[in-house]
Each structure stands twice: as C-alpha cells, then as structure tokens.
C-alpha cells in the first residue's frame, strides 16, 4: 500500500540552529500539504502544494519558515532560526488534486521537533 | 466563531458500549467531511468521509451527516479498547478551497 514517507522522525535541536524536513507523497499525487500540530490541538496548514507551485502559504511564518517541492515531487520544509514555540509534530499529507476541498488527505508518520 | 468545533474530551465510554462524538462546523455550503483517528504520538489516520446527507456506515463506524443543522457526527458500536484516541473532524470549505480540522475529541474505552 502506497504511503507518504517522511524523514527524520524525530529530531531535536537547540534554539536559533536550522532544521530541516523532507518528505515524499504517495506517487501521482498532485497536492502537498505541511502541517505543524501542537500538543493537544488539530493540524494547522502551513503550506500547500500542487505541483511545484504554492497554493496557500498563508499561515506559514515566512521570517523563519521556508519551504519548496521544486520538481513537483517530493518537498523540503526548513525552519531557521529554530525557536522554542517551534516544538510540535510536522505532519505532510498529500492528496490527488482532484479537489482541494473534497479530496481525502492521507498522512505521513510525521516529524516529532524538540527545541531547547 | 471556530470554523470546525468539538468537544476536546475526554469523553469515556465502557467496553462493548456505543461511542458518540460529534463536530459542527460554520461554512453552511461545505461539501466533504472526514473523521481521523489519532493515537497518541501518530499521525492522522483516515477513518471515514462523507459527502451527503444521512449515515454511511462502514464495519462499526457509522458517520451521520446533518448539513442543515451544519453538524456531523461518528458512532463506533461495541467500543473497544484500541479505538481509545483522539478523533479528529475535518471539514472541507469550498469558499476557502482548503480542509479545516477540528482540534479533536479525546476518546477512553474503559475495560
């Protein structure tokens, strides 16, 4: 059964270093999402994807956050400086691209980062 | 006004018992929506989508569908212990063309 990969799984830094994610969707899936979940709340969409292209980036915090899928496939997502609010678990979905708002999002394990 | 609101739980059920949980969301024209599951320390994991009016059942979870009181809900008969989790409802927004979660109901199959 095909699954979205993400890489690494758990990773901790200190505060002001960079990080980075990856992570490869389900194979033809068009639609990329980055999520961040903090403890106890739902995911929060930081970026979508379809394609190579940004679809909405609007909660992403663009004075740290950053992130790219610059051959449409699969997707880096990087945080410079770290800061401690930071720590939460980065969840990637990806999904056909049918329709952004009726297609079902299938997830990867996710990203569990640590900030001291 | 949240977009996609539960109850964050925990909401404790007995073994064999039916678990209700329920989500409501503002936007009266969205069009899909989903339950995951989350275990604690995993990713969501989908359990069931549903599109129209009415229940769609699938095994021993039964989703139910009220669009115009804009309310959604997921039942699992005869509870058991492995569906203690977070669930999460997830509502799909055409005027926002984007999928909205909820920030989960917290659930607690007791023995």
């Known amino acids: 059964e095909a699954e979205v990969a993400q890489s690494p799984r758990y990773k901790i830094t200190e505060k002001s270093q960079a990080v980075a994610f990856w992570c490869d969707p389900i194979s033809g899936h068009a639609t990329l999402y980055w999520y961040r979940q903090i403890l106890g709340q739902g995911p929060e969409l930081l970026v979508q994807f379809q394609d190579e292209s940004v679809v909405d980036d609007s909660q992403l915090p663009k004075d740290r956050f950053s992130a790219e899928r610059l051959k449409g496939v699969d997707s880096t997502l990087k945080i410079q400086p770290a800061e401690l609010g930071d720590s939460a678990m980065y969840l990637c979905?990806?999904?056909?691209?049918?329709?952004?708002?009726?297609?079902?999002?299938?997830f990867g394990p996710g990203t569990r980062l640590t900030v001291l | 006004q949240k977009e996609v609101e539960q109850n964050s739980g925990p909401l404790s059920v007995p073994e064999g018992a039916i678990a209700s949980l329920n989500c409501t969301y503002s936007d009266r024209v969205s069009q899909s929506f989903f339950w995951y599951r989350q275990y604690s320390g995993k990713s969501p994991e989908l359990i069931m989508s549903i599109y129209s009016n009415g229940d769609k059942e699938d095994g021993r979870f039964t989703a139910q569908l009220n669009k115009a009181s804009q309310y959604v809900s997921l039942l699992i008969r005869d509870s058991q212990p492995s569906d203690s989790a977070t669930y999460l409802c997830?509502?799909?927004?055409?005027?926002?063309?984007?999928?909205?979660f909820g920030s989960g109901t917290r659930l607690s199959i007791r023995p």
């Open positions: 997830a509502v799909g927004y055409s005027s926002a063309s984007k999928i909205i």
């Open positions: 979905a990806s999904s056909t691209g049918t329709s952004f708002h009726t297609d079902t999002q299938y």
